[in-house]
């Protein structure tokens, strides 16, 4: 947090005498111009587009969407997993991927409007036969690395996790099953995984538990964040449930090299506060790694359940879940690298299940 949120929970009068105590210094700060808005409504089974989150942000209500894009192909995925969307800033596409592991791939997405119904504008494929996916298993946060498109997925259970690599998913044709590539710890075995993001060929993911992780004759045996390429091989973890929870959502600034996670408890609350932000300089030495700066407060943000961020852009992006279903809204943090705090906008009569931003422009 920076001093001007602080001083909308401290007061000013108090704000100064407590800012070492509640603020941590800003850690960023880069553009947040022509970052494009994409929202997924469950509902209807729509992608929304909003050319301009800045003009998001500084509404008092949200406006309409400049597009709205539609069809039978997205009908098919109106389920998806929660932060099952996912932005390719560098080849122009939309992937949109159900709980149950069916994946839309929208292309030429900055200019897509209407009804799509052709295979030239969408695609849909699965993600493994019924052998490769893990029994009971329930598919979740979607990410791609836009330096080399590949696609990165969670699939988890209470017992086992796999974080699905997909590597040239532009080229996979309608209808496709594609076998199973993932992304694992050398050694144990993780569960829980919730949360994914990618940049610049690595890999981060959210784990809310799994084999007990070794350092140096210490045990840490709770929720743990994973880094690596073709396997993981760097973690920070916790054994404090109250630090890093048994679900996650996972945000990645490559500006400013930060990692925005999301944690819940067992019993669903989350955190307090509900993002912890961790310098990705943290990888390198892993293990019981201290957060950078923190975000939002469990009362202001109860039913935060995913975020996303805009990568090359400063923004960040998040959707509530209220009992087990998304809700109509939609929180935005503009400058969150400086502590800005989050405003939030409903979308009445929807239903929030994916978000992804656009700061490719």
């Given at each position: 947090?920076?001093?001007?949120t602080?001083?909308?929970?401290?007061?000013?009068?108090?704000?100064?005498?407590?800012?070492?105590?509640?603020?941590?210094?800003?850690?960023?700060?880069?553009?947040?111009?022509?970052?494009?808005?994409?929202?997924?409504?469950?509902?209807?089974?729509?992608?929304?587009?909003?050319?301009?989150?800045?003009?998001?942000?500084?509404?008092?209500?949200?406006?309409?969407?400049?597009?709205?894009?539609?069809?039978?192909?997205?009908?098919?995925?109106?389920?998806?997993?929660?932060?099952?969307?996912?932005m390719?800033?560098?080849?122009?596409?939309?992937?949109?991927?159900?709980?149950?592991?069916?994946?839309?791939?929208?292309?030429?997405?900055?200019?897509?409007?209407?009804?799509?119904?052709?295979?030239?504008?969408?695609?849909?494929f699965?993600?493994?036969?019924?052998?490769?996916?893990?029994?009971?298993?329930?598919?979740?946060?979607?990410?791609?690395?836009?330096?080399?498109?590949?696609?990165?997925?969670?699939?988890?259970?209470?017992?086992?996790?796999?974080?699905?690599?997909?590597?040239?998913?532009?080229?996979?044709?309608?209808?496709?099953?594609v076998?199973?590539i993932?992304?694992?710890?050398?050694?144990?075995?993780?569960?829980?995984?919730?949360?994914?993001?990618?940049?610049?060929?690595?890999?981060?993911?959210?784990?809310?538990?799994?084999?007990?992780?070794?350092?140096?004759?210490?045990?840490?045996?709770?929720?743990?964040?994973?880094?690596?390429s073709?396997?993981?091989?760097?973690?920070?973890?916790?054994?404090?449930?109250?630090?890093?929870?048994?679900?996650?959502?996972?945000?990645?600034?490559?500006?400013?090299?930060?990692?925005?996670?999301?944690?819940?408890?067992?019993?669903?609350?989350?955190?307090?506060?509900?993002?912890?932000?961790?310098?990705?300089?943290?990888?390198?030495?892993?293990?019981?790694?201290?957060?950078?700066?923190?975000?939002g407060?469990?009362?202001?943000?109860?039913?935060?359940?995913?975020?996303?961020?805009?990568?090359?852009?400063?923004?960040?992006?998040?959707?509530?879940?209220?009992?087990?279903?998304?809700?109509?809204?939609?929180?935005?943090?503009?400058?969150?690298?400086?502590?800005?705090?989050?405003?939030?906008?409903?979308?009445?009569?929807?239903?929030?299940?994916?978000?992804?931003l656009?700061?490719?422009?």
């Amino acid at each position: 947090m920076n001093l001007r949120t602080c001083l909308g929970y401290l007061g000013a009068t108090t704000a100064v005498l407590l800012l070492q105590l509640a603020c941590i210094e800003p850690i960023g700060g880069t553009s947040v111009s022509g970052t494009t808005l994409y929202v997924f409504d469950g509902a209807m089974g729509d992608v929304l587009a909003w050319n301009d989150a800045s003009v998001v942000y500084d509404g008092t209500t949200l406006p309409a969407p400049d597009r709205t894009i539609s069809g039978n192909s997205l009908d098919q995925v109106k389920a998806l997993g929660w932060g099952g969307m996912a932005m390719d800033p560098s080849n122009n596409r939309l992937f949109l991927v159900t709980a149950s592991g069916k994946v839309a791939r929208i292309d030429r997405i900055r200019t897509q409007s209407g009804a799509l119904t052709s295979t030239n504008d969408i695609v849909l494929f699965t993600l493994g036969s019924s052998s490769e996916r893990l029994s009971g298993g329930v598919f979740g946060q979607a990410a791609v690395d836009p330096s080399n498109g590949t696609l990165y997925v969670t699939e988890t259970t209470d017992t086992d996790a796999h974080i699905w690599a997909v590597s040239n998913p532009g080229s996979i044709s309608d209808g496709t099953t594609v076998p199973l590539i993932q992304v694992r710890a050398t050694s144990g075995t993780d569960i829980k995984a919730t949360g994914v993001a990618a940049s610049q060929g690595s890999v981060y993911a959210y784990f809310g538990g799994g084999d007990n992780v070794i350092n140096n004759g210490t045990s840490y045996s709770g929720g743990r964040i994973r880094k690596g390429s073709s396997s993981f091989t760097q973690v920070v973890v916790n054994s404090d449930s109250a630090v890093l929870g048994t679900t996650g959502s996972l945000g990645l600034d490559s500006s400013n090299s930060l990692l925005y996670v999301l944690r819940r408890t067992s019993a669903g609350a989350v955190g307090d506060p509900p993002i912890l932000v961790y310098k990705l300089g943290r990888f390198t030495s892993g293990f019981n790694q201290a957060n950078d700066a923190a975000l939002g407060t469990a009362a202001g943000q109860p039913n935060l359940r995913f975020i996303t961020h805009a990568g090359s852009k400063d923004w960040l992006a998040g959707g509530n879940m209220v009992g087990t279903a998304g809700s109509t809204t939609i929180l935005l943090w503009r400058n969150p690298s400086v502590g800005d705090s989050p405003k939030a906008f409903e979308y009445a009569g929807g239903q929030i299940l994916g978000l992804a931003l656009d700061g490719s422009n």
